[in-house]
């Protein structure tokens, strides 16, 4: 039997999604701020709470992606993880939908500070 951590992940606006959301990642992946350690290939459960959502949505995943406590470039710890299970392809695409086309967070954002550019 495999080993399942489980995680909860607030996200408060879209920006915050789009910087969290990893569309490079089969299935569709998040960036989970967490100071836990995990090894690639870890299984996790995550309680993912969206903005205008009332109801949590639960992922199963797989540990993908590791920034380590005191990572270069201000990063803050935590990990990707994939999307897996028979609800990948239906919560990546729900994700996507909700992404704000309008937001530029630019290129591997993923656990680095973001704030709003509001000279736009």
Known sequence: MVDT?????????PAELNA?????????????P?????????????????PDKNDPIIIAGKVVWINPKNALHHSLAGIGVQFMGNEAKAIKSMIEGMLDKTLDVGNYVYGLTWTENKSK
Request: without cysteine; charged residues 20%.
């Open 34 to 50: 967490t100071n836990k350690i995990f090894s690639i290939g870890d299984h996790v459960v995550i309680e993912l709470r969206l």
């Open 5 to 13: 951590s489980r995680l909860s992940f607030i996200i408060t606006n």
């Open 20 to 32: 969290s959301y990893m569309p490079f990642i089969k299935d569709g992946g998040l960036f989970i």
